[in-house]
Every structure is written in C-alpha cells, then in structure tokens.
C-alpha cells in the first residue's frame, strides 16, 4: 500500500509537466522511479536473509543518493530505448530523478525514518507528521490518476483500488467517524470534478495543504508534550504519529532521561476534539512491560497513555553482549528489550510494537549472541 502511494506521488508529477513532455515514456519514468528505491524488497529473496535483515536494511542502500541516483539514470536510459517518443534522454533523466527526489521525501515525512546521506551521513531523518497511507492523499489522487491515464485496464485497475480502500474507510473500523465523513465528502468532490479530464492543479496544491497541516500540527503536538515531561526528566526525543485521515488526533512516544532510569512515555494529543473524532490504532506497546503514568499539565489535549522504562545500566550491558541487539540498535529509536528465559531476551522497536511476541519490529536472541561479522551501518537514533 505504501507503494501504492508512492505511485500516486509519481503520477501527481507527471501531470504537472510541461503539456509537450506529458508522454507515455515520461509517464512510465515518473511512476516507476517513484517506486524505484523500494528494490530494496527483494532482500527478501535472497537466501539465508531473515526479518530481521529486512528490517535493519528496509530504507537502507536503495534509499541513498548515492546508489538511487544512478538507478534512476539506468532506468531513463532503458526507458529512452524501449519507448522511443522522441522525449530527449536528458529529460528522461532528470524526471526520474525529480520522482525519486519525491520518493525520499514521501519517505522522510513518517516516522519510520530514512537516512538519505549514508555512507559520508548515517544520521536518521524523521519527519513525523504523515500517516505512511494517509487516506486524503489517496482519495484526491486517485481520481486524478484516472482521469490522466489512457490505458483502460490501468483505469479499472485504479478504479478498482478506489473503490476498495472507500470500502476499508467504512468497514475496517480504523478511521474515527467525524475524519471518515470529512475523507467522504473529499472523496466524492475529487470523483465529480475528475469526472471529466480536468487541470490537475487544484488536487496536487489540495494534497500539498493537507500535507501542510500535518507538518504544523506535527509541530505543535511535539511542543505541548515537551514541556509537561521536563517534570519527569531531560527531554531527549519525541516522535509523533497521526491517526489516519485526522491532523487533530496524534500518538506521541517521548524518550526521558531520569539518572540512570530512560521512561518512553505514550500519549495521546487531540488538538482539536468531537465526539467520535480521534481514534488511535494500537496505540500502546503489546510485548514491552507498560505502565501507568502521570506528570503535572493543565491541558486537556493531553492524555497520558502510560510509560516503558529500563535502565541505562542494564541497556549499555545487553548492548556489550549481543550483537543482534547492537545490530536493532541501528533502527530502533524507542528500543526495548524483555528477558523471556535465561538468557533468553526479546528486543524492538516501540513505535511498531503492535502484537504480543515477536513481530514485524521484534527480534529474539539468546546470549552468548554472535551475528557472524554482520553490522548495522546507520547511526542508532536512540540518544544513550
């Protein structure tokens, strides 16, 4: 789903060309470069590659300037000789690479992270600020797709999706009612203008203000979090997540510094609030021990979830002796780590933890623990 958006990102840049290079190859570079950094899928099919190598190397190589700017003159070049519509090679290139440029930033605007610079930067970006599908993206762009494609199977196709992700709207139960009706109405203005082959314009500035809010309200769920949890200790990170479809209604996640004691603190900020308007999705980590938790705050935007905690002292030993935790430690920016039997442990990320046990951000390991040489090259992102 989440390339799915990527393509819809593409295809939003193709119809804001010039008339003259709006072309099938020009189509074809846009969308596909758009996708182009996301090779790193194929990870998976190597053998003797785990999960766990997928999660540490996900956003990885194929998601730096380095190695995707190349891909991206490779794939105009291939483009250039298969098509051949008289769109110079040099444009090919420089519209593939422009889609790849959006890729990155489509990337940086979650909170999964990407680290664009490696290998001179290993420093991790978060943009914390947009849903990684966020519904009003799709259903702007997905009518506009429609109504700039000439194949037919490639509108039923788009049609199709359109009218299954209307469907998970209303009957996934992962949408609060209030934001459901608002991505309603906006899914309905798009599919009427759209009707008919029309600018494009208003629909990409439409996502680009959407996208907009998200970044201020972003902002300022992180400003409020910041000052009540100075009680607590030395603010270290915070992160913030929207639920889908709902600038107003965010999932914080904060790393405090108390002595030796690090508290990942979970709340929930409603910047703005009706009856059956925010709704957060697995909000609270299902593996990681959770705790209640309170500090001093007059503002009734904010509701304390609870807190992980661990001590640095135990942290900095499982660190020395594992290596597959040093390895997490290169993706994990709220870390945890659980013993499950001597010298049994699970680790992960509390952003993803969503299901007891081991999941899409947990590994297991026993101690003594011996990766075979295997590293992690990006900077770990939590602040020891």
């Known amino acids: 789903m989440d390339n799915l958006t990527h393509t819809l990102i593409g295809g939003a840049y193709f119809s804001l060309l010039p008339?003259?290079?709006?072309?099938?190859?020009?189509?074809?570079?846009?969308?596909?470069?758009?996708?182009?950094?996301?090779?790193?899928?194929?990870?998976?099919?190597?053998?003797?590659?785990?999960?766990?190598?997928?999660?540490?190397?996900?956003?990885?190589?194929?998601?730096?300037?380095?190695?995707?700017l190349p891909f991206a003159f490779a794939l105009a070049w291939m483009i250039h000789r298969w098509m051949k519509d008289q769109v110079p090679k040099l444009t090919l290139t420089l519209i593939s690479i422009?889609?790849?440029?959006?890729?990155?930033?489509?990337?940086?605007?979650n909170d999964y992270g990407i680290h664009p610079f490696s290998p001179f930067w290993n420093q991790?970006?978060?943009?914390?600020?947009?849903?990684?599908?966020?519904?009003?993206?799709?259903?702007?762009l997905l009518p506009m797709i429609v109504s700039i494609i000439i194949s037919k199977p490639a509108k039923r196709t788009f049609q199709f999706i359109f009218v299954l992700a209307f469907g998970l709207l209303w009957f996934s139960d992962a949408v609060a009612l209030v934001p459901a009706i608002a991505l309603t109405v906006t899914a309905i203005f798009w599919s009427?203008?759209?009707?008919?082959?029309?600018?494009?314009?208003?629909?990409?500035?439409?996502?680009?203000?959407?996208?907009g809010l998200f970044f201020v309200n972003s902002h300022q769920v992180r400003n409020l979090i910041r000052a009540p949890l100075t009680q607590a200790g030395?603010?270290?990170?915070?992160?913030?997540?929207?639920?889908?479809?709902?600038?107003?209604?965010?999932?914080?996640?904060?790393?405090?510094?108390?002595?030796?004691?690090?508290?990942?603190?979970?709340?929930?900020?409603?910047?703005?609030?009706?009856?059956?308007?925010?709704?957060?999705?697995?909000?609270?980590?299902?593996?990681a021990p959770f705790h209640a938790f309170t500090v001093e705050t007059?503002?009734?935007?904010?509701?304390?979830?609870?807190?992980?905690?661990?001590?640095?002292?135990?942290?900095?030993?499982?660190?020395?002796?594992?290596?597959?935790?040093?390895?997490?430690?290169?993706?994990?920016?709220?870390p945890f780590f659980k013993k499950t039997?001597?010298?049994?442990?699970?680790?992960?990320?509390?952003?993803?933890?969503?299901?007891?046990?081991?999941?899409?951000?947990?590994?297991?390991?026993?101690?003594?623990?011996?990766?075979?040489?295997k590293t992690s090259p990006w900077n770990p992102p939590f602040k020891r």
């Open 298 to 334: 007059n503002d009734p935007r904010i509701n304390w979830l609870g807190v992980h905690f661990f001590k640095q002292s135990e942290f900095d030993s499982l660190a020395e002796r594992s290596c597959t935790f040093r390895r997490l430690l290169g993706f994990a920016r709220f």
């Open 124 to 140: 991790w970006f978060y943009g914390d600020s947009i849903f990684i599908v966020e519904p009003y993206l799709w259903f702007t």
């Open 19 to 68: 008339k003259r290079l709006r072309t099938k190859s020009a189509f074809v570079s846009a969308t596909i470069a758009s996708n182009l950094p996301d090779i790193d899928v194929l990870l998976r099919a190597i053998p003797g590659k785990t999960h766990f190598d997928y999660l540490i190397h996900h956003r990885g190589y194929t998601h730096t300037f380095l190695l995707a």
């Open 341 to 373: 039997g001597p010298d049994q442990y699970v680790a992960g990320d509390l952003r993803y933890d969503r299901e007891p046990g081991s999941g899409f951000s947990e590994v297991e390991f026993a101690l003594p623990d011996d990766c075979g040489g």
């Open 98 to 109: 422009g889609a790849v440029f959006l890729h990155f930033f489509a990337d940086y605007w």
């Open 192 to 211: 009427i203008y759209f009707y008919r082959p029309r600018k494009t314009w208003p629909a990409v500035v439409f996502c680009a203000a959407v996208i």
């Open 234 to 287: 030395q603010v270290l990170d915070i992160e913030s997540a929207p639920a889908p479809g709902n600038a107003f209604c965010w999932r914080s996640i904060a790393h405090v510094r108390n002595g030796d004691q690090n508290l990942i603190v979970f709340s929930q900020v409603t910047l703005w609030s009706l009856p059956l308007s925010c709704k957060l999705a697995r909000s609270t980590p299902q593996t």
